[in-house]
């Protein structure tokens, strides 16, 4: 009989989860536990490690993807205006072994499908998650905090949609021998989405409450008065982005250790941010990774 070896096992794949708990952080951001019988096969390789999360339909009806090999085709193929509407999510913390992954949703008004779901989920409540396969050898990517080793300075500038990346990265760098000199600026909605971080003596945090401002616009000004070393070299031309038409990624993994930068938050804010850095105070586009999360007015998914 001939041997038939079994397909080797994709990157990503499906995953179906209940909502087991939703936990109030800050007056904007919840923390969702969801549980599902195969969560125990759900890998996450960095604290910014991307997850896309189906919701319930037009109609209200959860999401009930089959799970086979080919369901990504299936789901493109059905029509924009009846399928699950799908977003892109953080895995905050996976308990594998519980069975048991946080999701950190920013609750900010029924305007789209995942904060409408949010605001008004009930325990019980089934989703879908498209999430890392523990089982795929090798690193299947869909994160982008790629540090230098022996990383000496960071700037992280971002906003509420990227503070449970942040969050993670601190606790990461946190438990290091010897973190590195971190400066961070995180813009919030109001004064009462502060929570608390992991922090060490070279780590210099700043809350910045948006009140009811322009989104990002804290950001920008961050970005012009962080401390950031300057390349000896002309700056290069940057390649234009519509930030209302696609999506702002320009990421790098070539930087070396003297210093790296990790922002992410509204695409314009990002846009001017990139600009702002790299054209005018001349930092090395190599070590810096620019995000654009959401995109104000704009559904980007
Ligand atoms: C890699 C990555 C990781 C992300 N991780 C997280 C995460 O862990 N937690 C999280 O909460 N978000 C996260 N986001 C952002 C999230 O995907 C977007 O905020 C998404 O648009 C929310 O979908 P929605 O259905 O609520 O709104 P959409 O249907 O996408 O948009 C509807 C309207 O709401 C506006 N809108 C969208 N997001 C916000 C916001 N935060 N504040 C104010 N207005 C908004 C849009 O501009 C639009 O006008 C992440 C995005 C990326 C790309």
Same mark, same amino acid.
């Given at each position: 009989?001939?041997?038939?070896?079994?397909?080797?096992?994709?990157?990503?794949?499906?995953?179906?989860?209940?909502?087991?708990?939703?936990?109030?952080?800050?007056?904007?951001?919840?923390?969702?536990?969801?549980?599902?019988?195969?969560?125990?096969?759900?890998?996450?390789?960095?604290?910014?490690?991307?997850?896309?999360?189906?919701?319930?339909?037009?109609?209200?009806?959860?999401?009930?993807?089959?799970?086979?090999?080919?369901?990504?085709?299936?789901?493109?193929?059905?029509?924009?205006?009846?399928?699950?509407?799908?977003?892109?999510?953080?895995?905050?913390?996976?308990?594998?072994?519980?069975?048991?992954?946080?999701?950190?949703?920013?609750?900010?008004?029924?305007?789209?499908?995942?904060?409408?779901?949010?605001?008004?989920?009930?325990?019980?409540?089934?989703?879908?998650?498209?999430?890392?396969?523990?089982?795929?050898?090798?690193?299947?990517?869909?994160?982008?905090?790629?540090?230098?080793?022996?990383?000496?300075?960071?700037?992280?500038?971002?906003?509420?949609?990227?503070?449970?990346?942040? +969050?993670?990265?601190?606790?990461?760098?946190?438990?290091?021998?010897?973190?590195?000199?971190?400066?961070?600026?995180?813009?919030?909605?109001?004064?009462?989405?502060?929570?608390?971080?992991?922090?060490?003596?070279?780590?210099?945090?700043?809350?910045?409450?948006?009140?009811?401002? +322009?989104?990002?616009?804290?950001?920008?000004?961050?970005?012009?008065?962080?401390?950031?070393?300057?390349?000896?070299?002309?700056?290069?031309?940057?390649?234009?982005?519509?930030?209302?038409?696609?999506?702002?990624?320009?990421?790098?993994? +070539?930087?070396?250790?003297?210093?790296?930068?990790?922002?992410?938050?509204?695409?314009?804010?990002?846009?001017?941010?990139?600009?702002?850095?790299?054209?005018?105070?001349?930092?090395?586009? +190599?070590?810096?990774?620019?995000?654009?999360?959401?995109?104000?007015?704009?559904?980007?998914?």
């Amino acid at each position: 009989m001939p041997q038939h070896a079994s397909p080797p096992a994709s990157p990503y794949r499906l995953f179906d989860v209940a909502l087991k708990d939703k936990t109030p952080l800050s007056a904007h951001l919840w923390r969702f536990t969801f549980e599902g019988p195969e969560v125990g096969q759900m890998a996450t390789l960095a604290p910014d490690q991307r997850i896309k999360i189906f919701f319930p339909d037009p109609q209200g009806r959860p999401p009930a993807m089959a799970i086979t090999p080919d369901w990504y085709a299936r789901y493109k193929k059905q029509d924009v205006e009846t399928r699950p509407p799908m977003r892109t999510y953080t895995i905050r913390a996976l308990r594998a072994a519980a069975g048991e992954v946080d999701v950190d949703f920013v609750l900010h008004g029924e305007t789209g499908p995942a904060s409408t779901w949010a605001t008004r989920a009930q325990p019980g409540e089934r989703l879908q998650l498209m999430a890392p396969n523990a089982a795929f050898e090798g690193d299947g990517g869909g994160y982008e905090w790629k540090p230098p080793r022996g990383l000496q300075r960071l700037l992280l500038i971002a906003d509420e949609t990227a503070l449970p990346a942040v +969050a993670g990265i601190l606790e990461e760098l946190a438990a290091l021998p010897a973190p590195p000199e971190t400066q961070l600026f995180i813009e919030v909605p109001d004064q009462d989405d502060e929570i608390p971080l992991a922090t060490w003596p070279g780590l210099a945090a700043e809350w910045m409450a948006r009140n009811l401002g +322009a989104p990002g616009a804290l950001m920008i000004a961050a970005a012009q008065r962080a401390v950031v070393p300057s390349a000896a070299r002309a700056a290069p031309a940057l390649a234009e982005v519509d930030v209302d038409e696609g999506i702002l990624w320009d990421v790098s993994a +070539a930087g070396d250790a003297g210093f790296y930068g990790w922002v992410a938050g509204e695409a314009a804010a990002v846009l001017a941010i990139r600009r702002l850095l790299i054209t005018e105070r001349k930092v090395d586009k +190599a070590s810096l990774n620019l995000m654009g999360y959401w995109r104000e007015g704009r559904v980007l998914d």
